[in-house]
Structure formats: structure tokens, C-alpha cells
């Protein structure tokens, strides 16, 4: 009993917690409802209560709880009289057969027709749901079809010769400050071309369809007829988010919501005959027109207000997989004409690779449009796509694409670990054994033409890939790299940071970082003596005078990882041998930052910024490292170690650290401008804390000294 009581009472709250909480909730809770009739008709009575609340997140709990129900009552499926849960015997009031299941939908449907009168958030919710119950329970189809029926003969112009075929106007409502679609026309089509697939998938006769594939059929064509003056589009007029513009930009923006469902529904579902492509290039061609005029408008209304954001994309990534895969896969001869047509359609590819980028940057694909796909199924297929378009010696857009490829290799590294080395072996081909060996030769490629946006992109997929596998041929073109000069200021810094990555765990990390820093000194001169870097050669000659400030925070970044390992060390406790390392790491660091202390770095740059944290960091952390060894000086006494790296601190250290500091709030003769003043000030109010912490370390220096003399 208890338990029935506490089901109840959790179907009750899950109208009043956040949404994301009663989704977990409904989930778990609502399959118990098919074995106990009382929680069954006790969760209807909440959610029908919930509908009409004035809280809008109550109303969408409500629809998500019913159409959660609609899942899992399935027609065609009988229970029996007693279940097993949680060690509790759950009594079943009447038999669950067929007809009950059936009766329940139904009521549901009726509540949630009344939902479709709500506002369009809820109406949203339940056209991108609708789906997923068709899906879960194949016996309401008819049920869903005639509710979706419904809801479109609403909004369908049923004359032939009338256009547009959308009442497109009649779904906006204006109000005195803006606009707003009351009825989610790009929501509707997508759920019944998602119904519809689904149905057709499952079942030969498709006989109860033809209604409403008439329908679509009428619709895309007279779409691609109508102009955009027949959906009261003014291309004159403002677009705005506010004010007279806002229904300009809501019919906009609608159209090109409801010309990517069609295109999607085209796409997945094309059998490569020309008629297709030609459906394809029309409803393209609108679409580009009224992005660009979009695009236009809102750049020069950007100047007056902030820039709306993007509405959301009714094209998937499984509509993307299809179009990439025509574009650059599909050989098949029968296909010739269709994909041939595609592939000379301008922009195309480009609007293709923007959508993909914005669905990558969220990765929350839906359940509708991930067409029963696994999303790294999905990514693996446009992987595909990229890698045959960078492969082609005249392929397309190379820095977009591999833009795009190095974004999906960081979500499957990220998301899917468990599926990645499957992935990688995927994309291998006759060439080149490894997916690495493939992505290499594209970076020795676009170095070879000078592009380096691209090598960049490259070069992150190498070292993500380097991590998991690493690639000695990978390693020693690094080593090999850091000796060129020639390149960009952020590719050279790229490789250096991939550079330190791999030394991190090897003995030479510290060497290696000595190494950058003395190029940096030479590269960037000293700040007092003039002929300092002349007739002295670098250790590597990737660093250059342009390049210097990007490799020094590379470099910083480094030193700092570097000092929090050595704070950790130093907080959870060291032995005898462990602090006589730390003594002599702080040693080399302190050699490393003179060198960094005594560089010219331009001031009114972030570089002089984080030479001032990373100084102040380490002062901080020998501070700590000093006050550790005094506690121990009893016990073991002074190390000689840290007496040396003392006396080093104090003597050169020290004075480099002064130097740096009277050069940083020295007037620069280009300090007028207001950014780089505004730099320098910012610098020179972080001045007080490195003081601070110097002065810090020298005060428990004296007490150290001292309490060694009395031992």
C-alpha cells in the first residue's frame, strides 16, 4: 500500500519540479502505471489539472506525462493480474487488455487536442513527441494521423490553383511590440513526414497515407511556384524582433523552417531520379534568397540593436549524412544525373556545412531527428562524407570542412570514447593504414599550398588522435617542425602547445621549456640591453619575432600546469628525497622566468598579463614549499637544495622581477590609444599582488634562516 501512496504522491509533484527532474520522473514512474489502474486514473487527473494551470512549465509536464502514457499502453499487448515491484505485490484492479489500453489513448488524445489550443510552446511539444508514440506504439496510428489530420486541414489551402498552399499569415499573430506564430507550421509538417516515414517503414499498404501524402505532395510544389509576395513577405519592409519589422521576420523565418523540413523530407527519402534533384534545386533556391535577404537586413539592423538569435534548424544531421553522402560518395551509375545536379547547385554544400556546425556546437539531436539513428552512427557518416570531399584533389571549401571534421572528432572523443577507435578504423582507406596517416598527409598537403587555417584544424585532429594512439611519425615531424620557420603565428603556436603536451611526461619537458624560453628572449631583445639576441643562435627556429608573444602563453600555460603539480605535491606532504626535487624544479623554473622576465614583450598585450600571474604563482607556491620545510627543519634540517635555490631566487630572481616591473609601468610611446592604455592600466593594477607575494617570500625566507641558525 505504501508504495501505491508514494507513486501517487510522486506523479503529483512532477507538475511542480523543474523539467528536466519530471522527465526522469515520468519515465520511471509511468510503466508502473500499466499494472495499477488507481495510479493510472490518479496520473490522468493530475495531468489534466496540469493543462489548465497558469504555470506554462506545469501544462508542458502535462502533455510530455500523457504522451509518455500514449508509449507505453500499447494496444495489442495484454498484462497480468499481479506484478513483482520492488519486493512489493502491485494488485491489478481489472484486467489491462486491448480495449482498455485503446480507451485510455483516446481520452488522452481528446486532452491533448485540447492542448493544441494552447500557446505554441505547448503545441511544439506535442507535434515533436507525436512521433515517438507512433514509433513506441504502432497501433495508434490512425489515432495520431487523424489528430494531425486535423490540426493541418487548418492551416491547408485546399484549392489547387491558390498559392501559397499554407496559410502561412493566418498562423502569425501581431501584436502592438512584436510577433509571434501562434500555430508551429514547421513543427506540424515535420511531425507528419516523420509519422508518415515511420508508418511506411513498418507497413506495405500504405493506403491510410494517401491523404496526406497528396497533401505534401501539393505542398512542395506550389511552395516552389509561390513567390515570396504570395506569402506576404515584403522584401522592402524591415526585419526586425521588435516593432513594425517583427512579422517581416517571423514569416521569414518560418518559410525557411518549412522549406528545410521539405528538403529533408526529399532528401531521405530520395531514389536519385532527376525530378527529385529538381525539387531539390528549386526549394533551394528560395531558401538561399531568403537567408541572404535575412542575412542582409539583419546585418545592417545589428548596427542599431543586438542580433537575435539563430532560430532553430528543422535540417538534421541525419538529412545532412543524406545530402553529404550524394554529394561526394554516391557512384552509383543510376544515380549520375541526380547527384551530378546536386553537386552544380551553388552554395549547397556551404549552407550544408553552417548546419551542420550548429548542430554540432549543441549536440542535443532530438528523438524526430535522429531517425532511428544512433548519433554517432550519424557523425561517422558525415565523417565519411568530409574525408572523400578532402581527399578529391579538387575538393571543395577545404578549411569549412575540416573546421567541421575537427569538431566531430572532438565530440566522439568526448561522448563516445567507448566508439572511437571503431570510428578511427572506419575512415582508414587503400592508401593509408591508419586514420592518422590519412589526416597527416592532408596536413603535409595544406602546408604545401600555405593554408594554414587549415593545417591548424589538422593539427588539432592529429593531437587528439596522437593521445589515444600515439603515432611516432606524428612526434618526429613535430621534432622536425620546431626547427623550420615560415609559419603562421597560430599554427607555430599550436604546434608548440601540441609539443608540450607530448614532453609533459618526459624528462626533457623542462629542458624543452628552457629551450622556448631562451628563444623568446632573443626573438623579443632584452629590456635594458640593446645587443642582446644579436650573433646568438636559437635553439628552434619555428619562434620568431612575431610569434614570440603566442608561444610565450603557450609557454605560460605550461609553467603554470606545472606549479599546480607542484602546490598539490607540496600540500598532501613530501619526503626528504621528493622536496629535493621540488627544490631543484623550482630552480630550473626560476632560470625559465628570468628569461621571461627579462623579454621585451610588447606591452599592452595579454603576454605581459600572464608572465605577471604565472611570476606571481610561483612566488605563491615557493612561499608554501618554504613554510612546508620549516615545519620540518627539526626533523631533517635545511636542504642544501633549497638553500642554493634560495640564494638564487634572492640574488637574480629578485632583481629580474624588479627590472620587469619598472619596464611594465614605464609610458610606452603607444600607450595613446585607448585599448592598449586600458591593457597597460589593468597590468600595472596586478602589480601590488606580485609585490605582495615576493615580499611574502622573503619574510618566511628570514624566518626559515632564522630557525635554522637556533637548530
Not at 598 to 618: A, D, F, H, L, N
Request: glycine share 2%; proline share 2%; hydrophobic share 40%.
Amino acid at each position: 500500500m505504501w508504495v501505491y501512496v508514494f507513486l501517487k504522491n510522486a506523479t503529483r509533484c512532477t507538475v511542480t519540479i523543474p523539467s528536466a527532474n519530471a522527465d526522469a520522473v515520468l519515465q520511471a514512474i509511468v510503466p508502473v502505471m500499466r499494472y495499477d489502474v488507481p495510479l493510472r486514473d490518479n496520473a490522468i487527473m493530475v495531468f489534466r489539472k496540469a493543462l489548465f494551470s497558469k504555470n506554462a512549465t506545469s501544462r508542458r509536464i502535462a502533455v510530455v506525462g500523457l504522451i509518455e502514457m500514449m508509449r507505453k499502453f500499447k494496444v495489442g499487448e495484454a498484462y497480468s493480474q499481479s506484478s513483482q515491484l520492488s519486493c512489493s505485490q502491485v494488485q491489478i484492479h481489472m484486467m489491462m487488455t486491448d480495449d482498455v489500453n485503446e480507451a485510455v489513448c483516446t481520452e488522452i488524445v481528446l486532452l491533448l487536442k485540447r492542448a493544441l489550443r494552447q500557446q505554441p510552446s505547448i503545441r511544439c511539444e506535442v507535434y515533436d513527441r507525436l512521433s515517438a508514440v507512433i514509433a513506441g506504439n504502432r497501433k495508434l496510428h490512425p489515432m495520431v494521423l487523424q489528430l494531425l489530420e486535423e490540426q493541418l486541414d487548418l492551416v491547408y489551402e485546399d484549392d489547387e490553383n491558390l498559392l501559397p498552399p499554407l496559410k502561412l499569415s493566418e498562423c502569425i499573430t501581431t501584436l502592438p511590440d512584436y510577433s509571434f506564430l501562434k500555430e508551429p507550421l514547421p513543427n506540424l509538417l515535420r511531425a507528419i513526414l516523420h509519422c508518415t516515414s515511420i508508418i511506411r517503414e513498418d507497413e506495405e499498404d500504405d493506403s491510410s497515407l494517401s491523404k496526406l501524402t497528396d497533401r505534401l505532395r501539393s505542398i512542395l510544389v506550389r511552395t516552389y511556384k509561390s513567390d515570396l509576395e504570395d506569402w506576404e513577405l515584403d522584401k522592402s519592409a524591415q526585419f526586425a524582433s521588435t516593432g513594425s519589422g517583427s512579422r517581416n521576420l517571423v514569416t521569414a523565418q518560418s518559410l525557411i523552417s518549412i522549406i528545410e523540413v521539405m528538403l529533408q523530407n526529399i532528401i531521405t527519402n530520395a531514389r536519385g531520379i532527376t525530378e527529385e534533384s529538381d525539387s531539390i534545386k528549386k526549394l533551394f533556391f528560395i531558401l538561399n534568397n531568403i537567408t541572404e535577404m535575412l542575412n542582409e537586413k539583419q546585418n545592417a539592423a545589428a548596427l542599431r540593436n543586438k542580433k537575435q538569435p539563430a532560430p532553430a534548424r528543422f535540417f538534421s544531421l541525419g538529412g545532412i549524412e543524406c545530402l553529404l553522402r550524394f554529394l561526394f560518395v554516391d557512384d552509383m551509375s543510376e544515380h549520375e544525373a541526380f547527384c551530378s545536379a546536386l553537386r552544380n547547385t551553388t552554395n549547397l554544400y556551404t549552407w550544408a556545412l553552417g548546419v551542420t556546425t550548429e548542430h554540432l556546437k549543441c549536440m542535443r539531436l532530438d528523438h524526430e531527428n535522429r531517425n532511428s539513428k544512433d548519433d554517432s552512427v550519424i557523425l561517422n557518416g558525415i565523417s565519411h562524407s568530409l574525408v572523400a570531399n578532402l581527399s578529391k584533389s579538387s575538393s571543395l571549401f577545404k578549411d569549412k570542412t575540416s573546421t567541421v571534421l575537427l569538431r566531430i572528432v572532438q565530440i566522439m572523443k568526448l561522448s563516445y570514447l567507448d566508439k572511437f577507435q571503431e570510428y578511427c578504423e572506419s575512415l582508414t582507406c587503400e592508401s593509408h593504414d591508419t586514420f592518422s596517416s590519412r589526416i597527416f598527409s592532408y596536413l603535409v598537403k595544406s602546408l604545401e599550398e600555405d593554408d594554414y587555417e587549415e593545417s591548424q584544424n589538422y593539427l588539432s585532429i592529429l593531437s587528439i588522435l596522437h593521445e589515444l594512439e600515439p603515432s611516432e611519425k606524428f612526434l618526429e615531424w613535430i621534432k622536425e617542425s620546431i626547427k623550420d620557420d615560415g609559419y603562421s603565428s597560430a599554427f607555430t603556436k599550436d604546434i608548440i602547445i601540441i609539443l608540450l603536451k607530448i614532453m609533459r611526461e618526459s624528462e626533457t619537458d623542462l629542458k624543452v621549456l628552457m629551450n622556448l624560453a631562451e628563444d623568446i628572449h632573443l626573438c623579443l631583445g632584452d629590456i635594458e640591453d640593446e645587443n642582446y639576441s644579436q650573433n646568438t643562435q636559437r635553439n628552434y627556429k619555428i619562434i620568431t619575432e612575431n610569434n614570440a608573444p603566442r608561444v610565450c602563453l603557450a609557454l605560460g600555460q605550461a609553467l603554470e600546469r606545472i606549479l599546480h603539480d607542484i602546490e598539490w605535491g607540496i600540500q598532501v606532504g613530501c619526503s626528504e628525497d621528493q622536496a629535493d626535487a621540488i627544490s631543484i624544479t623550482m630552480s630550473k623554473l626560476a632560470a625559465i622566468f628570468i628569461s621571461l622576465l627579462q623579454s621585451q614583450t610588447p606591452r599592452g598585450t595579454s603576454t605581459i598579463e600572464q608572465v605577471g600571474k604565472i611570476i606571481r604563482i610561483y612566488y605563491t607556491t615557493f612561499t608554501l614549499f618554504i613554510k612546508h620545510e620549516m615545519a620540518k627543519i627539526n626533523e631533517r634540517g635545511t636542504l642544501r637544495s633549497l638553500e642554493k635555490l634560495s640564494k638564487f631566487v634572492g640574488t637574480q630572481l629578485n632583481d629580474s622581477l624588479y627590472k620587469f616591473i619598472f619596464y611594465i609601468e614605464t609610458n610606452d610611446e603607444d600607450s595613446g590609444r585607448k585599448k592598449v592604455a586600458a591593457t597597460i592600466k589593468k597590468q600595472v593594477i596586478s602589480v601590488p599582488s606580485i609585490i605582495y607575494a615576493l615580499e611574502q617570500c622573503e619574510r618566511n625566507l628570514i624566518l626559515i634562516s632564522k630557525k635554522s641558525q637556533d637548530c
